[in-house]
């Protein structure tokens, strides 16, 4: 079967992964925070962190306020055992969640920026 997607991008389904789709949508619409996300979250499925780490990036400067982000980001860095830098995106994360009034995000990144202080 296949697939036309925004901008006229055909494609086959049986034999593109979900994250050829999405670099794909991409192509359209690069400026895209959602499908960016959802780039980065499918590079950490397959483990590839820094690439992970480089699409939540793009993400908050597409959207600063894209909370999610910064805890993904956050986590990534901890995947790669560079745990100065999840300390210092979660601390950006907890200021803009709270600054958004997303206070469970900046609980969740809170209590993650204790736990790596320790």
């Known amino acids: 079967m296949w697939h036309v997607a925004a901008g006229g991008t055909i494609w086959g389904d049986d034999v593109v992964s979900r994250l050829e789709k999405l670099k794909r949508m991409l192509e359209v619409d690069s400026d895209?925070?959602?499908?960016?996300?959802?780039?980065g979250m499918e590079y950490v499925k397959e483990g590839r962190h820094a690439e992970a780490l480089?699409?939540?990036?793009?993400?908050?400067?597409?959207?600063?306020?894209?909370?999610?982000?910064y805890f993904q980001q956050g986590n990534a860095c901890v995947a790669m055992e560079d745990i100065e830098g999840a300390i210092e995106v979660l601390g950006q994360g907890v200021a803009v969640a709270k600054r958004v009034g997303d206070k469970h995000a900046a609980t969740q990144m809170s209590e993650l920026l204790a736990v790596l202080k320790k």
């Open 32 to 39: 895209d925070a959602f499908l960016n996300f959802g780039l």
């Open 54 to 69: 480089a699409q939540f990036k793009r993400v908050q400067e597409i959207d600063p306020d894209y909370v999610s982000a």
